[in-house]
């Protein structure tokens, strides 16, 4: 459902690089009571709202902080998002670590967790209850092994009553894959016009305009840095950046990935690189969201998938 944001600001050489990204895996206390009804006391009240429920959030009274680390092992969550070091040494943007979305996927009361991972297949933990998890990665449908996939969203993107999983992924393809409300998914990316090749981070999905269907946005970092990209003896400053009457400019060839700044307070010129352009997608007068609008067997009409709006 969520996960950490990311700076997507370009920055220039002398970035540090790690070569294994693990995903903690850190369950909060108010799981608890979601993920394991059975142990939970007192018993959850929840109280109905009509279109929503909500209950109190128990809260610790004690001078701990209230969380604990639960065993990855007991939990039966054996996921490790790790990164080969010849795989970084070809795009070192593979580091940058994957994402986790929680949500209840078949509609059973119990939270279940999507893990995200670049350069094999992600995983899809079913909540047993009793803070016991299964993967049930291959019969939902998200193993999604020819993907890096950095980000994860789980929302009712369609407005069925259940979660869909939205995934962003480093060099494409982002994804965008539907829930029959049992917790099994169907790709529907392209049909959705969400077929990518940039080096999108996360997705996060809201109704910006109030007209009561979800806008969506996308972060994008770069698929691959320009350190990555152009060896060392073709990215000296010179080469980069030449001198055109009074001003700085970034010679052609590099003006996708760097740009310069005349910077009076430092007394200098300074060249950045540039990040990818993100992505907006404003919905139409539609409940639906309008990627989708005509690819379900519910819907009429022709697909008609919008471009992005480029925020660069
Ligand atoms: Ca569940
Ligand atoms: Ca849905
Ligand atoms: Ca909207």
New binding site residues.
């Given amino acids: 459902m969520l996960r950490q944001s990311r700076d997507c600001a370009a920055e220039d050489e002398g970035r540090r690089v790690t070569m294994r990204v693990a995903v903690p895996l850190l369950l909060v206390v108010w799981m608890q009571y979601g993920c394991a009804p059975e142990s939970a006391t007192p018993p959850v009240v929840w109280r109905d709202e009509g279109s929503y429920r909500w209950r109190e959030l128990p809260v610790s009274r004690g001078d701990r902080a209230g969380f604990h680390e639960l065993s990855a092992e007991k939990l039966g969550i054996p996921f490790v998002d790790s990164v080969s070091e010849d795989s970084v040494l070809q795009n070192r943007n593979l580091a940058l670590g994957s994402g986790v979305a929680l949500g209840d996927v078949d509609g059973d009361g119990l939270v279940d967790i999507f893990l995200a991972k670049v350069g094999g297949p992600s995983a899809l933990y079913k909540n047993l209850g009793n803070w016991k998890f299964k993967d049930i990665s291959r019969e939902g449908g998200l193993e999604l092994k020819s993907r890096n996939t950095l980000g994860a969203t789980l929302v009712d993107i369609d407005g069925d009553g259940d979660l869909d999983l939205l995934v962003t992924s480093l060099g494409g393809s982002n994804g965008l894959f539907l829930n029959d409300g049992r917790g099994h998914f169907t790709e529907v990316t392209d049909a959705a016009g969400l077929a990518s090749h940039r080096g999108s981070t996360t997705a996060t999905l809201a109704?910006?305009?109030?007209?009561?269907?979800?806008?969506l946005y996308i972060a994008n970092y770069k698929a691959r840095d320009a350190l990555d990209i152009f060896p060392p003896q073709e990215r000296g400053f010179d080469q980069v950046v030449r001198k055109v009457g009074d001003h700085f400019e970034v010679a052609p060839r590099f003006r996708e990935h760097y740009r310069v700044q005349m910077r009076p307070d430092l007394g200098a010129v300074v060249r950045t690189q540039r990040a990818e352009p993100d992505w907006f997608y404003?919905?139409g007068n539609s409940r639906r969201f309008p990627l989708l609008r005509g690819n379900s067997s519910t819907r009429t009409g022709s697909p008609s998938p919008k471009s992005p709006i480029v925020l660069d």
């Fill in positions: 109704d910006v305009d109030g007209d009561g269907d979800l806008d404003l919905a």
